[in-house]
């Protein structure tokens, strides 16, 4: 990978406050990116970490924003486009769960892991597109989705049905964007250490390191080490791939 890459250019990592979407844009701004994320509530871990993208030399834009209201997400991305004068990376992590087994699942509860998870990534994939359709160097979106998008997860019909249709859309996306240089890819993640694996208890915890061949969950370092390389000039030739980062889980 060019060290030399991401430096000038800019991303949007959709849900960065914490966890995995917060080690992906500290890792895209420790190589030089400009980062635009959006936060939900948390203004001030917003501002914390737009401080520490700041310190380390290079441009931070955060802004309230729901992923799942089209019109407040194409605003985002232009402001973006505006304010750090180009729109390079997408990356599409915000999610949430609401999880139960669906005989017991409430309308409310499908409609909003849907309505972030799947439409959130769409609603910022069209919008920022056409910026990256005008980059002589094209651009990269990567969509976080996960192995319940792939083996379908007990008690989780919304979660997995949100995930996999993400990998749909990475699959479409990246067939009608291949002629205009933009690459779309999706990570399909399994239990990865975030302040989420830390609520589980610790016999379905044990359980579940059980059943993963390498018998640990993964970190949010590996995640950022991953999506860094899949956004990179390193990658420029895959595209619409789903890569499973999940310790083996999955086979």
Not at 142 to 159: A, D, E, H, K, T
Not at 199 to 207: F, G, L, T, V
Request: with cysteine; aromatic share 6%.
């Amino acid at each position: 990978m060019n060290e030399g890459f991401f430096v000038g250019k800019t991303a949007i990592v959709t849900g960065a406050t914490r966890g995995i979407g917060r080690a992906v844009a500290s890792r895209l701004a420790g190589l030089g990116c400009n980062v635009a994320f959006n936060y939900a509530s948390s203004a001030a871990a917003a501002d914390e970490l737009a401080a520490e993208m700041e310190e380390a030399g290079v441009k931070a834009f955060s802004d309230a924003c729901d992923v799942a209201d089209t019109d407040a997400a194409a605003a985002f991305v232009k402001t973006v486009k505006n304010e750090l004068g180009s729109v390079d990376f997408l990356v599409n992590n915000a999610g949430i769960t609401r999880d139960g087994l669906i005989l017991r699942m409430k309308e409310a509860d499908w409609d909003a892991v849907i309505d972030t998870n799947l439409k959130g990534a769409w609603n910022f994939s069209k919008a920022a597109v056409r910026p990256m359709m005008r980059n002589e160097d094209g651009g990269s979106i990567l969509n976080v989705s996960s192995i319940s998008g792939v083996v379908g997860m007990l008690g989780q019909s919304n979660y997995s049905a949100s995930k996999a249709g993400m990998i749909g859309l990475t699959k479409s996306l990246a067939k009608e964007m291949a002629s205009r240089k933009i690459t779309v890819n999706a990570l399909a993640l399994g239990l990865i250490e975030t302040d989420m694996a830390g609520d589980m208890n610790e016999e379905y915890r044990e359980k579940i390191l059980e059943q993963i061949p390498l018998g640990r969950l993964g970190n949010t370092d590996e995640v950022a080490d991953i999506s860094a390389f899949l956004l990179s000039d390193s990658a420029r030739y895959i595209t619409g791939q789903v890569i499973q980062a999940d310790g083996g889980l999955a086979m």
